[in-house]
C-alpha cells in the first residue's frame, strides 16, 4: 500500500511510520516545525498545498495523526485547534471521497463526558472541553462528508519520546525525578495510558483488512490498554522503577482548578467493535514497558 500520515513527526505519527514500513508498505510523511529530509513541509490548514500534494502522492491510504491534543491549549486558541481539528479533517475527507482514498482520522476518549463507562463507539459523545469539542467537530466534518472513512478513539498514549513534553505520560517522569520540588499529581481522573506502538499496529491493521484484504473497514471504532491508572498511580510507578522517593507528589483526589480545561473523570473505551472485526487488541503492560525504557 501506498499510506500518507499527517503529523509523521509526532509520537504516534512516528509509530504509525514504523509499522507501515515494518510491514513493507511505501510511506509518505509530513510535518510542519519539525519537518526534515525524511519529512515533507506540509501546512495543513493550506488547502491548496495540501491538495497538490495528495494528487503528486496518489496515496491508498491517508492517516491523520496531525492535531492539536494539548486541552490547554486549545482553551486558549479556539479558532487556531478549529482549523486543525475541524476543518482540516473535513478538506482531507473531500478528497478521500472523489479519489477513492481510505482515510483514518485520529480521535480522542474525551469526546465523553466520563460519566457513564466504558464506552462502546456507537455511544453519544458529550464533551467537556473544546479539545473533545474540536475533535468530534473533526468527526461529524468527515461523517457528513465521507462516512466510509475510519474514525479511531485513543486515550492518553505514551511511547519512545524526543522529549518528555511530547506525551502527557511520559511528562511526569520529570515531575518524579525532580525530588526537591513538591508536586501535586491528578489521583481523580482515571486513566487507560496506552503506548503508540500498539496504536500504529491497530491503525496498520485496519488498512490492511480493508484494502488487502476487502474487508467492510469504516465509521467509529475504539482503541485502549486496559489499565486503569491516574497519573499519582503512574507517578508511583515511575518512582518504584527509577528508585526515586515519591514523598514530594501530593494525590490530588479531587478535580484541580488550576487547569485552564476541564477533564472528564473515566472514559474507558470498550474494544468491542475492533474485536468483532477481528483487529488485534493486544497491549504491553504499562511497567512492563517502562521498566524496560527507563533502565539504564
Known sequence: MKVLITGASG??????VRNFKAAGHSVVGTAYSRANDELIKLDLTDSEQVEKLLNNIKPEV???CAAERRPDVAEKDHEGTLKLNAKVPGDLALYAKIHGVMLIYISTDYVFNGTNPPYQADDLPDPINFYGESKLAGEQAIRDIHPASVIL???????????????AVNLLIDSVKNTNKPAEMDNYCLRYPTNVDDVGRVIKDLAVYKIEKG???????HF????????YDMCCIFADLLNVSKDHLQPQNSISGSASASRPKDCHLSTTRLQTDGIDVSFVPFRTWFQSYLSP
Do not use: C, Q, W
Open 62 to 64: 491517508i492517516v491523520h
Open 224 to 231: 485502549t490498554a486496559e489499565e486503569m491508572l491516574t497519573k
Open 11 to 16: 509520537l504516534l505519527g512516528r509509530a504509525v
Open 215 to 221: 474487508r467492510s473497514i469504516e465509521g467509529t471504532y
Open 153 to 167: 478513539r485513543v486515550p492518553i498514549l505514551y511511547g519512545d519520546v524526543l522529549f518528555n513534553g511530547e506525551s
